[in-house]
């Protein structure tokens, strides 16, 4: 069978090939080879040609011979095929020609139908389509969709081929505009390859729609067919719903994406389209963050979900970041075609994805204005944070240590944006990924000096304590490196080298010495946890003690601190600022008003921290200057230029500060200062050729004054922005830090007891008070030792003239017990001077002897001594003690005496640090260091007996004394009531002590008259007194709590009456009844004739009454 199925014309190739050595002529065939030669040669119903009919073959060659057949119908057909050679017949070739014929057809999914899921408006829904060709020839296919359909419909490809038997894909989507049921017949146009004449061929494609469904265009030729395929689709109202309502991504590290899930919801039946849009609420733009998903635009199937990353990135810091994440739904949609590996088919002007709206939409307006599904989304971004919250030292104020370590300019750092320095070296995990080089911490802005105080050798050891605070949102990594710290472990045969410089040198040794330890080194932090961190500075070598630390907080800033301390030897008598302290040195005023007449004088303190007292004098030459620049005004004015500073002590000097202009005045003030011996004289070179000791060696000071001179409120409106901002940063003074200047500076403590007693607070702060007025503040000690100590406090400089007031504490001294609270009341009786003072005052505590553990030792060994048995006779050589020894004679025990020298130290040496004779002489160094390493093994001893050391508490107190005028307009009348201000200034009264006989001898002695209390002035006096007492708030309160009191048990019957059961008392309770319950010192009822006769008038006064009325 030459040809296979064929439908329509159909031509097949037959070869015909010379196997010998001569040319073959061939003879005619029986069928022709074209349509012509058919015509004349063979009959009109034959359906088989060949060409050419006749021709040669030459030797060794072959010949093509093309047959066809045209298939008319479907039956089979068969005719004989005669190829004559050379005219011969008896060498002619028989062929057998058969064919078949086939229509062609295709099936279009399973019954030439297919549906589409129910689609919502605006939405698209894609689906894929098989086109199978049931018979054994290829079919061409075109799809003719009517325009009035395509911007409903569309399929891809357009048009193809389908092979005998095979199936091809074609994809087909459906983007409803309404809501509405469609029934569709789509024609499909069919034909077979090569099916038509050349002169009659004409394409489908060109056709229009209406021609192939049938309407009245020109006729279908007889080789196409068309076939109409049935379409079912809906377009139903489609929903999504957002899960959560509200997405929180919490606080985040700059620059660093998060990512979280959200999930569409398609309530509906139908496949949803929508698209994703970022809101930004309007305290908000798109450059605080990024905003990314992982799935912008796409579908939702009906009745199903999907979830979307949606990734944040903050760009820089903000506190709050908050924005809606909208869902598009409803939207116009457009004709074009989506292939299924995402490709726009057709048409090529519109995307099938693209929501742009478009202006022949029908979508109903209402839906439209309905807001879509959002999700609110917050977030915020930040670097990790970190501040220093408290700290705390033993000996010096918390006004003065904040000073000292630099507090304020070390949180400004911390607070900083890190830069890309620090970013850099987070990202690679460390300095230079060994150790904290100097070469590496220069490179890191931002270096803090931290004062670690000045002190004596052989001090105890300064503990500073610093409490670390994360007041951000996000966990805070902390670490203090030291320098030439290692950052890894690194192996036993690295050598970290010798140092570079006298620098490193000199920290080295800082370092092997355990001069300045920091305990801990690191740590994390939580939001808003704290953690407190121990610097020590022993003072065990003589000189100034450098170590530089570099502060670094993971993905955050990185701080370098200059931590500096300095010990002076006996001998050596300064001032408590200078290099170790460089921030101390520094005073600024508080910002006086220009044109303020009443200027208060400000205190600026001097401590002395040597045990040598020492006498300043102030150089006020710069001063000078600085009034004579100033037309010769006083705008500084030192009240006490030469002055003394006791030893471990402290003075102020009080400086009275005038501005001219609205700006910050800058003054440097030379301190010259003089030794002095235990007698206040100065020492000299003459005091070392009669004593033979060394003379102090005395070092001088500079201290730079800093004040602020700002407008009048009338006239600070008109004031420049610029002039104003220059001002206000070098405003305020050191004795605002309470009203919020030294951030996150409290004069309460948040560190915990870093020893047995602690005070309520650090600071006593009177605030603004006006003047003459009489002020009290409530300290609480509480202790936490074991044992009762007695505790005495010292007002230091608030004693001396420096204070235009007195200062006051009750108790000065007492007791506070074991685990006990002892409330302590000092009260600041101000006068008429404007003054702002800041001072300190220290407070000593000593043990009660004996203590607890003497006690409980000394009833052990009355134990023990009353368990042995009773000797009556022994016979000794040793003597026995029967007198007291000259410890118990001073007044002291010998319990620790016993106990140290009877316990007897067991520690051997351990084999790592022994050495022998011929070891140690080949190799001294190693028998020094291990004679080194066994001593820090072996216990301390037991230091004091076991008496537990005296303890010292330091108490800051500062305030500002104001006109009451000025302190009224300040604050107003409700505020200014609250201040008792005495009418009566009451020191000339209480000058005389009062007492039953002091007043006898005025009477008996007329020089005496003027401590008599029957004058008319004395009772002016008195009566003043007692209305100034009621008159204040603490003692009217106290009446309100005796009004509460239950009454007696007795009473009268009517006024001035006792009832019978009160009237047989005997005469020692009437003399009770009758005494007088006034001191001694106002007391002045009649103790005989004389001095009644004595009084006044000669009048007579009633027994057991005073002159003044009686005592309730």
């Given amino acids: 069978s030459l040809f296979g199925g064929g439908g329509g014309n159909t031509a097949d190739a037959l070869t015909l090939g010379d196997g010998g050595d001569d040319d073959a002529d061939e003879d005619e065939c029986s069928v022709a080879t074209d349509r012509a030669d058919r015509d004349h040669r063979l009959p009109q119903h034959s359906p088989f040609a060949c060409y050419p009919t006749k021709g040669v073959v030459n030797a060794n060659s072959f010949t093509l011979i093309t047959f066809r057949f045209d298939a008319n119908d479907t039956s089979k057909k068969r005719e004989p095929v005669v190829c004559v050679l050379n005219g011969d017949a008896e060498h002619a070739l028989a062929l057998d020609v058969r064919a078949v014929g086939f229509l062609p057809k295709l099936r279009i999914g399973a019954y030439d139908s297919f549906a589409f899921k129910p689609t919502c408006v605006g939405a698209v829904a894609t689906r894929e389509v098989d086109i199978t060709n049931l018979s054994r020839i290829n079919v061409l296919y075109e799809w003719a969709i009517p325009e009035k359909l395509r911007d409903v419909l569309c399929v891809a490809p357009q048009g193809g081929i389908a092979r005998g038997g095979e199936t091809v894909k074609s994809v087909w989507s459906f983007f409803p505009k309404k809501m509405k049921k469609l029934n569709l017949k789509i024609p499909l146009t069919v034909r077979v390859p090569n099916s038509y004449e050349k002169d009659t061929k004409t394409s489908a494609i060109g056709r229009t729609i209406d021609t192939l469904a049938g309407g009245s265009g020109q006729q279908t030729t007889p080789a196409e067919e068309l076939v109409h395929v049935s379409v079912a689709a809906e377009g139903v109202s489609g929903r999504v719903a957002m899960r959560p309502l509200s997405l929180d991504f919490g606080p985040q590290i700059v620059d660093q994406p998060s990512v979280k899930k959200i999930e569409l919801v398609n309530e509906s039946g139908g496949v949803i389209r929508f698209r994703l849009e970022t809101v930004f609420d309007d305290e908000c733009t798109e450059f605080d963050a990024d905003v990314t998903y992982s799935e912008k635009t796409g579908l939702v199937p009906a009745r199903a979900g999907k979830f979307i990353d949606v990734k944040f990135t903050g760009r820089h810091r903000q506190h709050r970041v908050s924005f809606k994440i909208n869902c598009h739904t409803v939207d116009a949609p457009f004709s074009g075609t989506m292939s299924k590996f995402g490709k726009q088919t057709a048409p090529p002007s519109h995307s099938m994805l693209s929501l742009v709206p478009s202006q022949d939409t029908n979508v109903d307006p209402d839906d439209l204005d309905e807001p879509p599904p959002c999700v609110g989304v917050c977030a915020s971004a930040s670097y990790p944070a970190l501040r220093v919250r408290d700290v705390a030292c033993v000996f010096v104020a918390k006004p003065v ?32 990924g060994s150790f904290a080089s100097t070469r590496n911490t220069s490179q890191v802005q931002g270096a803090v000096a931290v004062g670690l105080g000045v002190g004596v050798r052989g001090d105890a050891t300064t503990s500073v304590y610093l409490e670390f605070e994360n007041h951000g949102t996000l966990p805070t990594t902390w670490s203090i490196l030291l320098r030439n710290q290692i950052e890894v472990e690194l192996e036993n045969w690295v050598e970290q080298g010798a140092p570079i410089d006298e620098v490193d040198a000199h920290q080295r040794f800082v370092v092997e010495e355990g001069i300045i330890e920091i305990t801990p080194k690191k740590g994390v932090l939580l939001p808003g946890q704290r953690q407190p961190v121990r610097i020590t500075y022993k003072h065990q070598h003589a000189g100034s003690h450098w170590l530089t630390a570099l502060l670094r907080v993971t993905e955050g800033r990185s701080v370098r601190l200059e931590l500096g301390g ?69 705008v500084l004015t030192c009240v006490e230029r030469i002055g003394i500073v006791p030893p471990r002590g402290s003075a102020l000097v009080n400086w009275v500060f005038q501005p001219l202009e609205q700006k910050t005045y800058v003054c440097d003030v030379g301190v010259t200062l003089t030794a002095l011996d235990d007698e206040g004289d100065v020492v000299g070179d003459d005091d070392k050729d009669v004593t033979g000791e060394e003379i102090p060696l005395v070092e001088h000071c500079v201290l730079t004054l800093r004040g602020a001179g700002v407008l009048p409120e009338t006239f600070s409106r008109g004031v420049d922005a610029h002039d104003a901002a220059v001002t206000e940063k ?52 509480k202790s936490h030792a074991p044992d009762a100590f007695n505790f005495s406090w010292d007002v230091g400089a608030f004693g001396s003239d420096a204070i235009d007031g007195a200062l006051t504490i009750e108790p000065s001294v007492g007791t506070v017990d074991a685990h006990g609270v002892v409330f302590v009341k000092l009260t600041y009786a101000a006068k008429e001077k404007p003054q702002v003072f800041d001072g300190k005052i220290t407070c000593v505590l000593t043990p009660v002897r004996p203590t607890i553990a003497e006690l409980e030792e ?53 084999v790592v640090h022994a050495h022998t004779v011929s070891s140690s002489r080949v190799f001294p160094d190693l028998a020094l260091a291990g004679a080194v390493a066994h001593s820090k093994t072996i216990p301390p001893p037991i230091l004091n007996d076991g008496i537990p050391p005296d303890a010292f508490l330091t108490l800051g107190v500062e305030g500002r004394v104001v006109s009451q005028v000025t302190h009224r307009e300040d604050v107003g009348s409700t505020e200014y009531s609250k201040h008792f201000v005495p009418s009566f200034a009451p020191d000339a009264f209480f000058e005389t002590s009062r007492t039953r006989k002091a007043t006898r001898l005025a009477n008996e002695d007329p020089d005496h008259a003027h401590a008599r209390l029957g004058t008319p002035e004395k009772k002016h006096v008195l009566a003043g007194l007692l209305h100034d007492m009621l008159q204040d708030p603490a003692v009217r309160r106290e009446f309100e709590t005796l009004k509460r009191e239950p009454p007696g048990y007795f009473a009268p019957d009517k006024a001035g009456e006792v009832g019978e059961a009160n009237a047989n008392a005997n005469d020692n309770d009437a003399a009770d009844a009758n005494r007088s319950v006034l001191p001694d010192e106002l007391d002045v009822t009649n103790e005989g004739d004389d001095y009644a006769k004595s009084t006044d008038g000669g009048g007579f006064t009633r027994p057991g009454t005073s002159i003044f009325g009686s005592a309730a």
């Fill in 566 to 634: 300095r010990t002076l030897t006996e001998n050596h008598r300064c001032l408590d600022v200078g290099p170790a302290n460089p921030s101390v040195s520094v005073h600024t005023f508080l910002p006086v008003t220009i044109g303020d007449t009443g200027a208060p004088a400000q205190t600026i303190e001097l401590r002395n921290p040597t045990n040598g007292a020492v006498r300043y004098s102030l150089d006020l030459q710069n001063v000078e200057n600085l009034n004579a620049e100033a037309w010769d005004f006083p």
């Fill in 858 to 910: 000394e009833r052990r060994l009355t134990a023990a001594r009353r368990a042995r048995p009773e000797t009556f006779a022994q016979h000794s050589d040793s003597p026995q003690p029967s007198m007291p020894s000259d410890v118990e004679l001073g007044g002291g025990t010998d319990i620790y005496h016993t106990i140290r020298n009877g316990k007897k130290n067991t520690n051997r040496m351990s």
């Fill in 730 to 781: 070098n405003l305020q003074g050191d004795v605002s830090r309470n009203h919020g200047q030294w951030l996150p500076y409290t004069p309460w403590p948040t560190l915990p007891p870093t020893h047995d007693f602690q005070l309520s607070t650090h600071v006593a702060g009177f605030g603004s008070v006006p003047a003459a007025s009489l002020t009290r503040r409530l300290v609480i000690l």
């Fill in 401 to 432: 240590l904040w000073k000292q370590l630099s507090i304020n300019d070390l949180n400004k750092s911390l607070a900083l944006t890190p830069t890309p320095f620090e970013m850099k070296q987070h990202r690679l995990g460390g300095l230079d």
